[in-house]
């Protein structure tokens, strides 16, 4: 980590460090969360059908998970921010290609290419900030998933006001998105890159990765994106197919989940100074297993399906960030340890929603909801061994 001459000097560089991975962040979630608002306009675009694009998320997520796998390795050997340099500019060339590519073809391996930046800049904004706020990374790390969240409720409403202003078309909603990545290129380019504090350490002790800790973490990312991108996916589908809300009442059902995720993740800041990750984590698997419950005992009831909805999203707002928190108290966070704990939550979020997806098809909108609760208990399971093991690791000094 980088010296600085006394502590004003140091909490001055410190709040230029957030803001700099803060408008990262935002410009990530505006990104990530674009393409369900598009698809339509897309599809039209290039003029394939419906089913053919949804194929988009695919290469989208594939490109994701080999930028957070292979991105991990990078950042133990290149400087943080050069690479999160290029990937956030990699992001920003290829979205703004989006709208002026007309072979479906082709834009497929656009988005697997926004998907490749997307996924390097979210390890490196996640590994760097470890590595400036060490043992005080607790409300700086829930805070930076909250201008995530942020980014990702305001994309929808940006882009389609922009497409509104500017007469239509894909072009002006997709540039604007590029423009918005220079805040953060900026800083960048303005702060030096951090350096891992334990590196020295690693030199002179070596030492091999604690699957036995890694290993259930990874499990435990996998089940949680799992659980969050399902849930934000389909509960438009679950609520329109029981017929408990209109498409528009739907919509605003969705918007809900996400907009109480990205408040929980604003009232977790405080909350991480004053509890430890064990108990904010265990409280949050506790909640959500609670809401879970709601709905499945009144799945055809409004009111217990919006209750659940907005409880649900609050209650898993700061189990990403915080399992980082955790892993950060316990053990040496090298990049290749961060790659492995977001191929966890990149294969979460393929795989989960897809297999859903075909519950909800071939068996049934309840069984659906009833897998949903079923995630969250074994998630819950999962969580309590990776306390278990944790507290027989002694805590960082640092």
Same mark, same amino acid.
């Given at each position: 980590m980088p010296?600085?001459?006394?502590?004003?000097?140091k909490?001055?560089?410190d709040?230029?460090y957030?803001?700099?991975?803060?408008?990262c962040?935002?410009?990530l979630?505006?990104?990530l969360?674009?393409?369900?608002a598009?698809l339509?306009y897309?599809?039209?675009n290039v003029?394939?059908?419906?089913?053919?694009?949804?194929?988009?998320f695919t290469a989208?997520?594939?490109?994701?998970?080999?930028?957070?796998?292979g991105g991990?390795?990078?950042?133990?050997?290149?400087?943080?921010?050069?690479?999160?340099?290029f990937?956030?500019?990699?992001?920003?060339?290829?979205v703004?290609?989006?709208?002026?590519?007309?072979t479906?073809?082709?834009?497929?391996?656009?988005?697997?290419?926004?998907g490749?930046g997307q996924?390097?800049?979210?390890?490196g904004?996640?590994?760097?900030?470890?590595?400036v706020?060490?043992?005080r990374?607790g409300p700086?790390m829930?805070a930076l998933?909250f201008c995530?969240?942020?980014?990702a409720?305001?994309?929808?409403?940006?882009l389609?006001?922009?497409m509104?202003?500017?007469?239509?078309?894909l072009?002006?909603?997709?540039?604007?998105?590029?423009?918005?990545?220079?805040p953060?290129?900026?800083g960048?380019i303005?702060?030096?890159?951090?350096e891992?504090?334990?590196?020295?350490?690693?030199?002179n002790?070596?030492?091999?990765?604690?699957?036995?800790?890694?290993i259930?973490m990874?499990?435990?990312f996998?089940m949680?994106?799992?659980?969050?991108n399902g849930?934000?996916?389909?509960i438009?589908?679950?609520?329109?197919?029981?017929?408990?809300a209109s498409?528009?009442?739907?919509?605003?059902?969705n918007? &809900?989940?996400? +907009?109480?995720?990205t $408040? !929980?993740?604003l009232l /977790?800041?405080p909350?991480?100074?004053k509890?430890?990750? *064990?108990h904010?984590?265990?409280?949050?698997?506790?909640?959500?297993?609670s809401f879970l419950g709601?709905?499945?005992?009144f799945?055809l009831?409004?009111?217990? &399906?919006?209750i +659940?909805?907005a409880? $649900? !999203?609050l209650s898993? /707002?700061s189990?990403?960030?915080?399992?980082?928190?955790? *892993?950060e108290s316990?053990m040496?966070?090298?990049?290749?340890v961060t790659?492995?704990?977001f191929?966890?939550?990149s294969l979460g979020?393929?795989?989960?929603p897809?297999?859903? +997806?075909q519950?909800?098809?071939?068996i049934?909108?309840?069984q659906?909801?009833?897998?949903?609760?079923?995630?969250a208990?074994?998630g819950?399971?999962?969580?309590?061994?990776?306390?278990f093991?944790s507290?027989r690791i002694?805590?960082?000094?640092?």
């Open positions: 010296s600085f001459p006394n502590n004003h000097g909490s001055k560089k709040i230029f957030f803001a700099t991975y803060g408008l962040f935002v410009a979630g505006l990104v969360s674009s393409l369900g598009m339509p897309l599809a039209d003029g394939v059908t419906f089913a053919q694009i949804s194929f988009l989208s997520s594939l490109g994701y998970l080999t930028g957070s796998v991990g390795r990078l950042y133990d050997r290149f400087k943080g921010h050069h690479l999160m340099l990937s956030l500019l990699l992001t920003a060339l290829m703004f290609m989006i709208p002026i590519t007309t479906f073809s082709l834009l497929i391996i656009v988005l697997y290419l926004v490749l996924g390097t800049l979210d390890v904004g996640n590994v760097n900030l470890l590595w706020y060490q043992k990374v700086y829930n998933h995530f969240g942020v980014g409720f305001l994309s929808p409403i940006l389609h006001n922009v509104r202003w500017s007469g239509g078309g072009t002006w909603p997709y540039w604007t998105l590029a423009i918005l990545t220079l953060g290129l900026i960048l303005g702060l030096s890159s951090p891992n504090p334990e590196k020295e350490d690693n030199k002790h070596p030492q091999s990765i604690n699957f036995n800790l890694v259930p990874i499990l435990l996998f949680y994106v799992g659980l969050e849930f934000g996916g389909w438009f589908s679950y609520a329109t197919e029981v017929k408990i498409e528009t009442n739907a919509a605003y059902l918007s &809900v989940f996400w +907009g109480a995720l $408040l !929980g993740r /977790s800041v909350l991480a100074r509890t430890t990750p *064990a904010l984590l265990t409280g949050n698997y506790v909640l959500a297993i709601l709905i499945v005992l799945p009831q409004p009111g217990g &399906v919006w +659940g909805t409880g $649900l !999203g898993l /707002s189990v990403f960030p915080t399992l980082l928190v955790l *892993a316990r040496k966070i090298t990049g290749k790659g492995l704990f191929l966890g939550s979020g393929t795989l989960v897809m297999i859903l +997806g519950i909800f098809e071939y049934g909108s309840f659906m909801m009833l897998s949903f609760f079923v995630l208990i074994l819950f399971v999962v969580l309590s061994s990776v306390i093991r507290n002694a805590e960082k000094l640092r």
